[in-house]
């Protein structure tokens, strides 16, 4: 996606430890006419397959979701909320899954509502940032909790440096990014 280049190129800030930033179009402050661009360039990638419920896990993911789910004529958007911990009285009403933030270093559960998934679904997974796939496992374990089906995940952007998709192809998991980083060295992006 030749856009979301553009604006990794012009707006993205690298760190002093190499990370990119894209919190001023993506994940903090939102374009919304780039979030739109987003979701029609998913339905394209994944105008083929029969989706039922689209998935992403809170945040910047639900305005994916809501973005792309439009462009399937509004697809149900399904959001896994990030807890510390889960009471064990609502246990029986939530499906759950721990992942682990290597942004963050720490562990948090995912939970979703088990209402809004079920049996034989087919389930779209979103999300901004594909590294090590901790979070999209999570919700792949709650999918299957479920007795639902995945039939792909889209990445905004993918640190092809890390082995997140890797992981997600080698369990038959099908991974479409719509932007890829090579490298981030001294400073600068290296896309693919």
């Given at each position: 996606?030749?856009?979301?280049?553009?604006?990794?190129?012009?707006?993205?800030?690298?760190?002093?430890?190499?990370?990119?930033?894209?919190?001023?179009?993506?994940?903090?402050?939102?374009?919304?006419?780039?979030?739109?661009?987003?979701?029609?360039?998913?339905?394209?990638?994944?105008?083929?397959?029969?989706?039922?419920?689209?998935?992403?896990?809170?945040?910047?993911?639900?305005?994916?979701?809501?973005?792309?789910?439009?462009?399937?004529?509004?697809?149900?958007?399904?959001?896994?909320?990030?807890?510390?911990?889960?009471?064990?009285?609502?246990?029986?009403?939530?499906?759950?899954?721990?992942?682990?933030?290597?942004?963050?270093?720490?562990?948090?559960?995912?939970?979703?509502?088990?209402?809004?998934?079920?049996?034989?679904?087919?389930?779209?997974?979103?999300?901004?940032?594909?590294?090590?796939?901790?979070?999209?496992?999570?919700?792949?374990?709650?999918?299957?909790?479920?007795?639902?089906?995945?039939?792909?995940?889209?990445?905004?952007?993918?640190?092809?440096f890390q082995d997140g998709r890797k992981h997600l192809e080698n369990k038959g998991v099908r991974v479409e990014a719509l932007a890829s980083i090579e490298k981030i060295e001294n400073g600068e992006v290296t896309l693919k």
């Amino acid at each position: 996606m030749e856009l979301l280049k553009e604006k990794i190129k012009n707006e993205g800030r690298i760190t002093e430890d190499n990370i990119l930033r894209v919190d001023g179009f993506l994940n903090h402050q939102m374009d919304v006419n780039f979030i739109t661009e987003v979701g029609k360039e998913f339905k394209n990638k994944f105008e083929n397959e029969k989706i039922d419920k689209i998935l992403t896990i809170e945040s910047t993911g639900i305005a994916l979701g809501v973005a792309t789910s439009q462009q399937f004529g509004n697809l149900p958007l399904v959001f896994g909320k990030k807890v510390e911990r889960v009471s064990r009285q609502k246990e029986e009403y939530f499906y759950k899954s721990e992942v682990y933030s290597f942004t963050k270093q720490s562990i948090y559960n995912v939970i979703i509502d088990k209402r809004f998934i079920k049996k034989g679904e087919k389930i779209l997974i979103l999300d901004d940032f594909l590294a090590n796939a901790c979070a999209i496992f999570g919700l792949i374990d709650i999918v299957k909790q479920a007795g639902a089906e995945v039939v792909g995940v889209g990445v905004v952007i993918e640190k092809a440096f890390q082995d997140g998709r890797k992981h997600l192809e080698n369990k038959g998991v099908r991974v479409e990014a719509l932007a890829s980083i090579e490298k981030i060295e001294n400073g600068e992006v290296t896309l693919k």
